[in-house]
């Protein structure tokens, strides 16, 4: 027997790790408001935030790359049409948040004071403190990002009921190595 047929090694790690990344960001975007102002916490939180949030948007850079050049995997037969055409809607979907929430989150953080600081290195900002221009994307940035978490859930619905069926899309995302056989 074959494995099931699946993505590529290098696109279920890049995956996962914009996962893990996703969640961090959520996480921390979501507390971080929360705290008082003015606090080396808020400080420390909304810096990790946004050096999390840089190195997400070069995975996700790499991700559509490797996309752009390898097809995906065939969905199963068993699919319906609608199901097809839905879970590649959904995927452009969310494609098109992971670049819109870390490059608004980017964006707005050169039109703020306090500019990015990378980890320990403090990136040079390449717009000037801007509060109209920080509202706007800054606003763009958490819409979109709540937005984009609703998403992640509709997407996890989507994969669990996909695991209760069991109709082997699940198995797409796992690493070759650890993929059932047909």
Do not use: C
């Amino acid at each position: 027997m074959k494995k099931i047929q699946g993505y590529s090694n290098s696109i279920v790690v890049l995956h996962w790790l914009i996962v893990i990344a996703v969640f961090i960001l959520i996480g921390t975007g979501w507390y971080m408001v929360e705290l008082e102002k003015g606090t080396p916490a808020v400080a420390q939180y909304y810096n990790l935030h946004k050096s999390i949030g840089l190195i997400a948007l070069a995975l996700v850079v790499l991700l559509i790359n490797f996309r752009l050049r390898n097809q995906p995997p065939g969905l199963p037969d068993s699919l319906p049409a609608w199901e097809i055409k839905a879970a590649k809607t959904g995927h452009y979907v969310l494609y098109i948040f992971l670049i819109v929430v870390p490059l608004s989150g980017y964006i707005e953080s050169n039109f703020a004071k306090w500019g990015i600081h990378f980890f320990v290195y403090h990136l040079p900002s390449w717009g000037p403190e801007n509060k109209t221009l920080y509202t706007i994307f800054n606003r763009i940035h958490i819409y979109s990002s709540n937005i984009f978490a609703g998403l992640i859930a509709l997407h996890f619905l989507a994969a669990l009921k996909h695991m209760i069926k069991r109709n082997k899309v699940v198995y797409r995302m796992l690493p070759s190595s650890i993929r059932p056989e047909e």
